[in-house]
């Protein structure tokens, strides 16, 4: 099937993909957005909202209409490395008497992972599922196992509970594509939601992306041309983030203590050639860069004490980087 059709199948699929996840999920349309486009990237997202806001209900319905695999595992400050990845368990053979090692598959052995409330286990156990997302394997007992392919992680985290809870560390926030930020409804959207969960009726989903088709749909990204003025836009407005760069803007050497890295250049670069291919364009445009540039970079910025007592939070700095680059 050449490049055209595929487009078309995808612009396709993509509606249909919006109206099933429709009939369970009010609103949320740009989170919806962002988790597709991060599918499309090969690349993992981190969600963050209070409470009730339906992020494990968003993520298995997504799964539920996507021909994948799909694993739920809930983190907890007891949760073990092996529980995540597996373990190698001692098997007699009866013929023979004979003991030998089996390795049982854990978890992380499915095609879309929800890893929920990721905050809530100790660094050990976080290390693993963040390997695993890295290295697309498992590696126990002297035996690699790769991961089956495709490979989605969706990890939530809770942003008010912090007691007895893990931060994940900067360097390990850098594999996720995406920090997606989930609000509260607004108040119509509220309505239809307690009107659809006070009803016996549920909806029926139906599978509307193959396995196949996404992993096509994934190699379609890498042939979207991006112009060089695009790439040098992304990469300045990263390199904008750095307090250290020569080029840096004052706010951000008042308010930032660390910047952005290479990799949010090119999560930036692949996010727009993703989103132009949505939004039925041939090559992605600076106003693809601005429209990605928060999930993309919001998690890979770290606010100083200055910012604090200024009351600057993260979206301020960038709104004004974002304003202040000369195209």
């Known amino acids: 099937m050449d490049n055209i059709k595929i487009v078309e199948q995808l612009n396709q699929s993509r509606d249909q993909l919006y109206d099933m996840i429709s009939k369970v999920i009010i609103g949320q349309k740009d989170v919806i957005d962002h988790l597709f486009i991060a599918l499309l990237c090969k690349g993992h997202v981190l969600l963050e909202g209070v409470p009730g806001l339906a992020k494990t209900l968003l993520i298995k319905t997504l799964s539920d209409v996507l021909d994948l695999k799909f694993n739920r595992i809930q983190f907890t400050p007891d949760l073990m490395p092996s529980d995540i990845t597996g373990t190698d368990i001692i098997e007699e053979d009866q013929s023979t008497s004979k003991r030998s090692f089996r390795f049982f598959k854990g978890p992380i052995f499915a095609n879309v992972i929800l890893a929920d409330e990721i905050n809530r286990t100790p660094p050990k156990t976080q290390a693993a599922l963040l390997e695993a997302m890295q290295e697309h394997r498992v590696t126990t007992g002297g035996n690699t196992y790769e991961l089956d392919q495709p490979f989605f992680v969706l990890a939530t985290q809770n942003p008010i509970e912090q007691e007895g809870t893990y931060p994940l560390p900067e360097a390990q926030l850098d594999r996720f594509m ?150």
């Open 178 to 327: 995406f920090n997606i930020l989930i609000d509260y409804p607004s108040k119509d959207e509220e309505i239809k939601i307690v009107k659809m969960l006070t009803t016996k009726e549920r909806a029926t989903l139906d599978k509307v992306i193959s396995k196949d088709e996404l992993q096509s749909y994934q190699e379609l990204i890498k042939h979207v041309p991006v112009a060089d003025n695009v790439i040098e836009y992304a990469v300045q407005l990263v390199s904008m983030t750095r307090p250290s760069d020569e080029s840096s803007p004052q706010i951000t050497r008042d308010w930032l203590d660390w910047g952005a890295g290479p990799r949010a250049s090119t999560f930036l670069i692949m996010a727009a050639q993703a989103k132009c291919l949505l939004t039925g364009k041939s090559t992605p445009d600076i106003d693809d860069i601005k429209d990605i540039a928060k999930p993309v970079l919001r998690h890979r910025i770290i606010t100083n004490f200055t910012a604090e007592a200024d009351g600057i939070s993260k979206e301020d700095v960038l709104d004004q980087l974002i304003a202040q680059i000369k195209i």
